[in-house]
């Protein structure tokens, strides 16, 4: 894996990739590096229009489709409009918003980042089960080693903080990944699940979705501190093509603090690899959303 990059990605010939939030940031880098490789990309946005005008500057076969993650009656209509797709790449996500809650109610960042991209993925993987060498791609943020679930007050209507709620929903990313990689092997199903994070990239999702102090601490690391979109998507690009990843992997940048740098394997914090709290909390979403996985 030795300072593996986008150049090393294999021919993706006929293979169909879904990316979620694939309009600006890691998602659009993500397409357009699975385009050029030959693949078939199925990009994923709230705003269709914006979907289109990102896609307008791609190379290759992509599409546009709608979907948002914060309303699973979206989610329910996009997987239904889905009938092939090779690899699923849960990219999309808000981060550190003021105290707000999606269509079902739910607090809007775990109900984006985590429930949404739960029921898409039960929703998809009867599909993706019928696919080509399968992978799920999972993609949470080195955050996650600060979060933890409050089972008591998901809905954060006690107590909110932009930062916490974040680190909750890229936590529970983890336990999710980790916890569907184990359900796969259980069912022997040819499907992996696979983690990634891109250490501190330089995206809009810093400072659309903070406000105050933490959109302008945004602003600054993006000039300062983070690398370039086009280095902090071959984490999730690695883990969603290269060949000898394993299910149940994480992936993330190889320098300091996994702040930058290429893809390397990365250890998750170790409560999130409890598999007690990762049951608890896939029930958990199975009732809040409504859907389950049939393996």
């Known amino acids: 894996m030795s300072k593996w990059t986008a150049a090393d990605i294999s021919d993706q010939s006929g293979r169909t990739f879904i990316i979620t939030g694939a309009n600006s940031g890691l998602g659009l880098e993500t397409a357009r590096r699975l385009a050029e490789h030959g693949a078939h990309v199925i990009m994923t946005a709230r705003d269709p229009d914006k979907g289109r005008a990102a896609a307008a500057s791609l190379p290759g076969s992509v599409e546009v489709r709608p979907l948002d993650l914060a309303d699973l009656e979206s989610v329910a209509r996009f997987a239904a409009t889905v009938e092939h797709a090779d690899v699923l790449v849960n990219n999309a996500g808000v981060m550190m918003t003021p105290h707000r809650t999606t269509a079902q109610g739910f607090e809007l960042q775990l109900g984006t980042n985590h429930l949404g991209h739960f029921a898409l993925t039960a929703l998809l993987y009867p599909v993706l089960r019928a ?8 993609v949470s943020s080195t955050l996650h080693r600060q979060g933890r679930i409050d089972f008591d007050d998901l809905e954060a209507a006690r107590s909110y903080s932009p930062t916490r709620a974040y680190s909750q929903s890229k936590f529970a990313n983890v336990l999710f990944g980790l916890e569907l990689d184990r359900r796969l092997r259980a069912a022997s199903s040819p499907a992996i699940s696979v ?15 903070p406000t105050g102090l933490i959109a302008l601490g945004g602003r600054i690391g993006n000039l300062l501190v983070a690398q370039h979109v086009t280095k902090g998507a071959l984490d999730q690009l690695y883990a969603a093509t290269a060949t000898g990843v394993q299910g149940g992997e994480f992936y993330g940048p190889d320098g300091r603090g996994e702040n930058r740098g290429h893809p390397k394997l990365v250890k998750p914090a170790l409560s999130a690899t409890n598999p007690d709290t990762a049951r608890r909390l896939w029930e958990v979403s199975e009732k809040l959303t409504g859907v389950s996985f049939a393996f």
């Open 195 to 209: 983690l990634a994070h891109p250490g501190y990239t330089a995206t809009n999702l810093q400072t659309s979705g």
């Open 131 to 138: 696919g080509s060498a399968p992978r799920i791609v999972t």
